[in-house]
Structures are given as structure tokens and as C-alpha cells.
């Protein structure tokens, strides 16, 4: 099934160690430390998961491991938690390939959609409730699951079915997203940012509601550096406006310094509001994507 391929059972296996984090303290909500995760005896079972190593003993199921010889730990639920919410950018210029065909790496989308696959699994394994929302120009018809994994798999047929679409209005969607999720959470973008307006104001709107803000930019080698030369003849993957310029080292160097600078920029949204912000080029194997910069950054323990 189509949704077998958007992320392996090895890869679902090792992700079950890790925990989607947040840094904000919320009133009334769960949140900030990996020990408030799972509520102690007397809270209501609800799963179980394997056992990992730093795991309490204590809430192993001992007569599971008498009859199978494998630890398993008791989930429980606690509430009320933190929401997050996935907001997943389907506009055109996350499925343009350029030279990523050539070289067999993912698309954007394609790309994001595993990650987007990724952190839904681990927030589930975890029992946290999770919205997946689409967006370009409006906000698509999103989904939300909970309940632990047993709901990944139709979490993983719709992300399957997503298909890019419309032309990018951050201003627009952040005013609906704002709309349809007024409590405040933990609000995870994945998107390569690209916007005839500036991103800036429709971000910072989000954290003044109190959003806490992860965003995750994708973006591919040839967003970056071009490996085109001569005479060019560019047509925007959204709008459709054509444009003719010479390409040259100058033209390079110049490109590549306004791509950092823009980065720099998004970076600088993110981290000022206390959020995080993680840079992934397509070019870096998912897995890697998600033990590496992801981890290191602390949106993933």
C-alpha cells in the first residue's frame, strides 16, 4: 500500500524512543519535561509500548514478559496535554524536483511528507494528540488523531493522499489556522518558506498567540546553489511569471548569499520567540534528518 512506503517499520521501530519536546509552560496543559509524560498507577491504561532503556521498571507489564520473555511498558493517559499541530506546506514549489530527479533524491514534499509521517508516530507513541494541516493558499482539509499508534496508520494513508496544490499565502493561513486552533500549542511547520511576501509577520503572529513555534525548513541543493549556467529562462512554479538573466559564477555567489541570508532570517523569526528551527536540505537522508538536526536542536529527545 502506498502508505507502507512513506515510512519503514525498521525506522517506526526506533522512533519509538524518542519524544516530540516543547519549551512553554501552559496553563492548565502538561508539558516541559519527559517525566510528565506518562501518568503513574491509577490513571486510565491506555497502550502498551517496548521498553527502552532509562524507562521505569516499575510500569513494565511483568505477566506480558512471563509469557513472551519481552519487556513492555503500560501506557497511561494523562490529561489534559499540550497539542501540537503539523502544518504542512502542499504548495507547488515543494514538489518542483530541478536536478533532485537526476540525482534520485526526494522532493520537497515528498520529503516533508516522510518527516511530517516521523514526528506524527512519535507524538502518538506518546500519546499526544496530533493535528496534521495542510496549507498554500488556504488551509486544506486537515486531520487529527490520538489515542497511541494504532491510529498511525490512518495518519499515514492521508498524508499518502496529500497532492500539492494552489500558490503560497502564509498571511491567509496563518489568519485561518489562527481561527480554527485558538488554544495555544505546539505548532511545527514544515514548508521551504518560499512566499511573494515576506514570511516574518504571519510567523510572529503565530507565537503572539502563543504558539510555540518548530519550524523545520526543506529545502533542496538546487534552492541553494543552481547547477545551471548561461542564458535562463525561469518560470515561477506557483505564479507562472517567466524570467530571462544571465547565470554566471557572479550570478551564483550572489544567489547563494541571498538563499543563507534569507535562512538567516527565518532562523532569527523562530529563535527570538523562543521557538526552534531546524534546516534540512533533501540531500540528507530522513533518518539522519531525524537522529541528527532534529535531535540536536531539541525538538526530538
Known sequence: ??????????????????????????????????????????????????????????????RAFMRLEKLFLKVFQLEPRIPVRILFDVSPSMATNGSAAIKGTLSKFDYARKLAAALCYVGLVRLDAISL?????????????GGGRQRFQP??????????????????????????????????????????????KPLQYLAD???????????????????????????????????ELPFGPDALASYTAAFDEFTAHVREVALRNGGRYVSLSTSTPVEEAIFGPLVRSGALQ
Not at 519535561?33 to 517496548?50: K, P
Not at 498524508?159 to 511545527?188: E, V
Request: with cysteine; net charge negative.
Open 1 to 62: 500500500m502506498a502508505e507502507d512506503l512513506l515510512i519503514d517499520t525498521r525506522l517506526l521501530e526506533k522512533l519509538e524512543r524518542l519524544t516530540i519536546q516543547w519549551q512553554k509552560s501552559l496553563g492548565g496543559l502538561v508539558g516541559g519535561h519527559n517525566t510528565a509524560r506518562f501518568a503513574g498507577a491509577g490513571q486510565e491504561f491506555l497502550d502498551h509500548r517496548q521498553f527502552h532503556h532509562g524507562d521505569e521498571l516499575r510500569d513494565v507489564n511483568w
Open 209 to 243: 498567540f502563543g504558539h510555540e513555534l518548530n519550524l523545520i525548513h526543506v529545502w533542496a541543493e538546487e534552492d541553494r546553489e543552481p547547477p545551471w549556467e548561461g542564458e535562463l529562462d525561469l518560470e515561477d512554479a506557483e505564479t507562472g511569471t517567466r524570467l
Open 133 to 145: 494541516q495542510p496549507f498554500s493558499d488556504r488551509l486544506g482539509d486537515g486531520l487529527r488523531v
Open 155 to 200: 495518519a499515514a494513508r492521508y498524508l499518502s493522499g496529500l497532492k500539492p496544490g494552489g500558490k503560497t499565502n502564509f498571511l491567509q493561513c496563518t489568519r485561518d489556522f489562527l481561527t480554527k486552533f485558538p488554544q495555544a500549542g505546539l505548532t511545527i511547520v514544515i514548508s521551504d518558506f518560499l512566499d511573494e511576501t515576506d514570511c516574518e
